[in-house]
């Protein structure tokens, strides 16, 4: 069974301040990972995609990925209220590429 | 580009009923995907399409939940008949390749009383 794995939280943070999401992933042959971001009421939307072991950074966000210890997690620099959401990982494997997802982290960033 | 377009958007029906989710991809993705959201299991999958025949179904809950994707453009999820546990946010995503990232449709919020 391929699971993924995050805590539901919530996270709470500062306006301003990095917002750190972590995930775990129990299948070894997961080779592409995502994290999508999802409002209350709303449909998941792709933040950012990460493939190979390291950080990948697209504005406010990073992604970091270390396969050796099947770990992905999404640092949210200069953190806003509108970045208050609840962030789904997810990861795919090699053989079938139908994203797991977990169940989600809630973050409110409260002024 | 429209994105995917799921319809109805919501659904109220008593249990027993038949209820049929609709869904169109986005134009050129070759997979399409039926996920169901709760609050108790997170986001599952039930049906993967690869090329409008079916990969993977081995999410679907039993015998009364039926999914087809009769062209590229069209796919639909049944229940037939439904229960109140199958009360539930269903989504339809689509994606141009294998390993590419979903692109979601908006869901169809069910309510089987």
């Known amino acids: 069974q391929k699971e993924v794995e995050q805590n539901s939280g919530p996270l709470s943070v500062p306006e301003g301040a990095i917002a750190s999401l972590n995930c775990t992933y129990s299948d070894r042959g997961s080779q592409s990972f995502f994290w999508y971001r999802q409002y209350s009421g709303k449909s998941p939307e792709l933040i950012m995609s990460?493939?190979?072991?390291g950080d990948k950074e697209d504005g406010r966000f990073t992604a970091q990925l270390n396969k050796a210890s099947q770990y992905v997690s999404l640092l949210i620099r200069d953190s806003q209220p509108s970045d208050s959401a609840t962030y789904l990982c997810?990861?795919?494997?090699?053989?079938?590429?139908?994203?797991?997802f977990g169940r989600g982290t809630s973050l409110i960033v409260h002024p | 580009d429209a994105g995917v377009i799921q319809s109805p958007r919501h659904e109220v029906t008593e249990m027993g009923q038949e209820v049929t989710l609709r869904c169109k991809p986005i134009s050129g993705h070759n997979s399409l995907f039926w996920y169901r959201q709760t609050m108790m299991r997170g986001l599952e999958l039930l049906i993967y399409f690869n090329n409008n025949v079916p990969i993977d179904d081995s999410g679907m809950p039993e015998d009364r939940f039926s999914a087809k994707m009769p062209n590229a453009s069209f796919s639909t999820l049944k229940i037939q008949p439904s229960e109140p546990r199958d009360s539930a946010v269903y989504f339809c995503?689509?994606?141009?390749?294998?390993?590419?990232?979903?692109?979601f449709g908006n869901g169809t919020r069910l309510t089987v009383t």
């Open positions: 997810a990861a795919s494997s090699g053989g079938s590429y139908i994203p797991t």
């Open positions: 995503a689509s994606s141009p390749t294998y390993n590419s990232p979903l692109h």
């Open positions: 990460i493939y190979s072991n």
